[in-house]
């Protein structure tokens, strides 16, 4: 599986931004999807997840509210949707994929990086204030 996000930009706080996540293959409904970042300095960190079917989701407690995670499984493509945004959101934004084929893998262990098997290139987000 390739992924390749896009949709990051330069944006003021409070505005909004969806980051798009396009994946290769035929396979993208056995795939749990997860966005993460990494700020300049720290390490990356969870964002949100998302279960292959769409059903259901996880976030971490830094983004409740402002951004939605949800995906297209006809177009292989997850979307992060970001609402007020804001400076301390800046980062590289990446998607990643983690093969759930049987559907048993619980959704919460998605949090971990170290549980996906594809990485997107990431996408820069900058929100200035």
């Known amino acids: 599986v390739q992924l390749q996000a896009s949709g990051g930009g330069l944006v003021q706080a409070g505005d909004s931004l969806r980051l798009s996540c396009a994946a290769s293959g035929r396979t993208f409904s056995r795939y749990d999807m997860g966005w993460f970042r990494q700020a300049p300095g720290k390490e990356r960190e969870f964002v949100v997840a998302?279960?292959?079917?769409?059903?259901?989701?996880i976030y971490a407690d830094s983004v409740p509210g402002r951004f939605t995670i949800s995906r297209d499984n006809a177009k292989n493509t997850v979307y992060l949707q970001m609402n007020s945004l804001q400076p301390e959101d800046t980062a590289v934004y990446y998607c990643?994929?983690?093969?759930?084929?049987?559907?048993?893998?619980?959704?919460?262990?998605?949090?971990?990086?170290?549980?996906?098997?594809?990485w997107g290139q990431g996408t820069l987000v900058t929100v200035s204030s």
């Open positions: 998302i279960s292959r079917s769409g059903g259901r989701r």
């Open positions: 990643a994929a983690r093969l759930n084929g049987l559907g048993s893998l619980p959704l919460d262990s998605g949090r971990s990086s170290r549980n996906y098997d594809y």
